[in-house]
């Protein structure tokens, strides 16, 4: 039985004699996503919070910058947990200063979550310093390096959600379909938000 090639790392792919090739490229990948694992459990341990706290923030925080309010039905889709989870944990950042309650700009029946000056100073303190780094190796690259950079995580992104679409298996399985046109470079990229707790 012939079995395939595994890499120094533990990936099951052969080798192409690229050098660096797509096994280096998807093992610095794992490499990168090793140190944000890192990155985020000193994140919890240094701000006294559980996983699900910390997600809470940032997904609040990433509301407060596109303007968008967040209720806790919101919230709770997000972070995928029951309404009453929602609310047990709401609580407790409520008590810990970290989070307030508001109400609803256009809905008086409901109420908004924020989090607080205290959170953003304490994630600013926390996590300051490693997004400067980040925004730095970042700039420099030069926009047509950028523009790869983007492309190939976007498409790995699509890669890890099995419901996405994967343009190759667009373009193998309907290759002279008139409505397939590939990408347009001329579209705005999605939203993204900086790596953050």
């Known amino acids: ?46 701000m006294g919070m559980g996983e699900k706290d910390v997600l809470a923030l940032r997904y609040l925080m990433e509301a407060d910058r596109a303007g968008e309010p967040m209720t806790p039905r919101a919230l709770a889709g997000k972070l995928g947990i029951s309404s009453a989870s929602t609310t047990a944990l709401l609580d407790r950042l409520a008590r ?4 307030a309650r508001r109400p609803h ?32 190796a970042a700039a420099r690259l030069t926009p047509e390096q950028a523009a790869t950079v983007i492309a190939f995580l976007q498409e790995m992104t699509a890669a890890v959600h099995p419901h996405e ?16 046109h590939g990408h347009d470079p001329s579209a705005a990229p999605p939203r993204t938000h900086s790596a953050a707790m």
């Open 105 to 136: 700009p256009t809905d008086r029946r409901s109420l908004v979550i924020v989090a607080t000056e205290a959170s953003h100073g304490e994630v600013r303190a926390t996590l300051g310093s490693m997004h400067e780094r980040m925004h730095a």
């Open 1 to 46: 039985m012939t079995t395939t090639p595994r890499s120094s790392s533990g990936y099951w792919y052969a080798a192409d004699g690229a050098h660096p090739g797509p096994v280096e490229v998807l093992e610095a990948l794992r490499a990168y996503r090793g140190a944000e694992q890192d990155l985020r459990r000193r994140t919890r341990e240094s």
């Open 165 to 180: 679409t994967h343009p190759h298996e667009e373009d193998s399985t309907a290759p002279h379909s008139p409505s397939h």
């Open 96 to 99: 810990s200063g970290h989070i």
